[in-house]
């Protein structure tokens, strides 16, 4: 027989993937919940739990719990970071700070950061491993203001998204992708263990909070071959927008 949390945790993941709960919307309390299920609290708080460790909702203990992700895929339909779309997923995934350090704003930084140039930022080279494989490289830039709590982090963590929203309730709710190609450098090539040249994809993103205030602007390297993204689009939505590159040759 089915334990009566599993139960209640499927009725509750059917609710997301409906969109009944929106992305960043709270769930309702235990209290409520468990009037609707006639369970206990106890029962309902090992339901809640399950999409918890799924990456569908958050965490943080003391608070009612928000909704992280609705799919099960790493797509640009919803907002999702790297460990939770890689644990929904099945596959064990670490990542490791390589090198930390605050400094001044760029100007592309700045732009996407809402700030000005020379602006105090934190700059992060971060790799990240999927069964225990090197894929991506993540060099992000954050703001000034979320610096010193992403320091408080260990080098370690499995994800920085769901350490910021344990340590200080942050929720990343929108985000824009640039998405292209490059060639491996000398960094890159080392780091991933593929030949220098070799192809990347290349994703650049910045994200913000609800009230669009940027948190960090990121580019994203991964190996070839490592995963593969999908957009979903009809003639009411279309997430994904061309625009033309840089036709210059590299010098």
Known sequence: MTPRYLGIA?????????????????????????TRFAASRGTVRQAVAVLATEGLVG???????????????????ELHSFAQWARAMGYRVSGQVLQQCRRGAGVTEAARLAIQPGEPVLSVLRLRSLEGEPVMLE????????????????PGCESITQALYDSVGLVFAYGEHLIDA????????????V????PLLRQRRVT????????????????????????RNSVDANPLVRQMGDLRPAR
């Open 139 to 154: 060099r992000t830039t954050y703001a000034g203001w979320i610096a010193p709590a992403v320091e408080r982090i260990e």
């Open 59 to 77: 965490s943080r203990q003391g608070a009612r719990r928000i909704v992280l992700g609705r799919e099960r895929s790493q797509s640009f339909a």
């Open 208 to 231: 913000t909070t609800h009230e669009g205030r940027p948190v960090e602007w990121s580019d994203d390297r991964y190996r070839a071959g490592s995963v593969t993204f999908s957009i």
């Open 10 to 34: 499927e009725r509750l993941r059917d609710a997301i993937m409906r969109g009944e709960y929106a992305v960043g919307a709270q769930l309702p309390s235990e209290a409520e919940l468990a």
């Open 195 to 198: 030949r220098r040249g070799s």
């Open 182 to 193: 490059v060639a491996a450098g000398v960094q890159d090539s080392r780091l991933l263990a």
